[in-house]
């Protein structure tokens, strides 16, 4: 990224009190009004070329920790359906289902819908709602997404539609609602560059290829875009290279939070390996200033806490 110097900021040129342009016959020339413009101008320059002090500003407010979980994304989640066909091993609504007994390690492939949730009706929230937060869009619950999808939509929420996208449930979604495209947000996870680490990590969700094929075409065809990392499953530099000029909005990095002991080798050492603390300080240090990055609050806590050492 390109850098400013400090001081050539019009925010921080201020601030300390350095030189505002008073030498400066030609910004002395303009007339007020034309004056304002121009500066305005250089703050949006600014945003793009940042001066050191701009950066640190910057970074300073990604680590705030604005809830945890979904919280950090949305105010309220929308689920219509009990198990997840993708069956990922570190999901972590699986492992809750079967913590409290609502479901199997079976059962949890098979989806089933929950119709009542399919069938009420959904009003006006307060705040941007996730959908869904406890499965996935698949091709065999589709209708009733789309059914519930529009509406949530009718009824004018703000919607962050999070997915491993699978291309004929994208597409679809995007013809039906292209109206509503002002409201919506895709946050597609991608985890990986690498199919491989996908192949054992998520073995019933759609290729790496297909994923990013989708958030191409939604970012061409003038949705918001986002990408959710998270959990990394390999070192997340080679996929935001690859993917993060698609991202409209941002490119979240999150690190896995339970590994079972009982994921074989050579996976379970490699994930180990990538979530240290010494890695995720040095994965901060090499992502913090690319931009639309951000930093979910597994991050967010280890970097804080090496403030604080
Ligand atoms: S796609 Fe999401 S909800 Fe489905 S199994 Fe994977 S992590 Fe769980």
């Known amino acids: 990224m390109n850098k400013i110097k400090k001081g050539s900021c019009p925010e921080h040129t201020q601030k300390n009190g350095a030189s ?10 303009l007339p007020s009004e034309t004056k304002t413009d121009f500066s305005r101008l250089l703050v949006i320059d600014c945003e793009a ?14 680590l705030k920790i604005k809830g945890t979980g979904t919280k950090e994304w949305a105010d309220s989640n929308v689920n219509i359906a009990y198990g997840c066909s993708h069956d990922c091993k570190y999901c972590y609504a699986k492992k809750m ?3 409290f007994k609502r479901e199997t390690e079976r059962s949890w492939k098979t989806m089933r819908i929950n119709k009542k949730a399919v ?13 869904p937060s406890s499965h996935d869009i698949t091709t065999e619950i589709l209708d009733e997404c789309i ?17 491993k996208p699978n291309l004929d449930c994208i597409r679809r979604i995007m013809n039906e609602f292209k109206e509503y495209k002002h409201l919506i947000q895709f946050r597609f996870t991608i985890t990986t560059n ?15 290829s297909d994923r990013s094929y989708a958030i191409l075409l939604a970012q061409k ?5 986002s990408i959710s990392c998270e959990p990394y499953l390999s070192d997340p530099m080679p996929l935001y290279e690859l993917l993060g000029k698609y991202c409209t909005e941002s490119f979240w990095i999150g690190k896995m939070n339970y590994i079972s002991r009982s994921i074989p080798q050579p996976f379970q050492s490699i994930i180990r390996n990538i979530t240290t603390k010494e890695y995720i300080l040095d994965l901060y240090d090499r992502m913090k200033n690319l931009p639309k990055i951000r930093w979910k ?13």
């Open 297 to 309: 609050d597994s991050i967010k806590e280890i970097i804080k806490g090496r403030k604080k050492d």
């Open 147 to 163: 059914i519930v999808l529009k509406k949530i939509l009718e009824a004018e929420n703000e919607v962050l539609i999070t997915t």
């Open 49 to 62: 070329d940042k001066c050191d002090e701009c950066e640190k500003k910057e970074n300073y407010e990604k």
């Open 119 to 131: 069938q009420k009706g959904y009003r006006k929230r307060k705040g941007r709602i996730m959908f």
């Open 97 to 99: 289902a079967i913590r």
């Open 20 to 29: 505002t342009g008073k030498d400066d016959n030609s910004t002395q020339k």
């Open 221 to 225: 065809r003038g949705f918001k875009t």
């Open 194 to 208: 690498m199919q491989l680490f996908a192949d054992f990590w998520e073995q019933g969700a759609p290729s790496i």
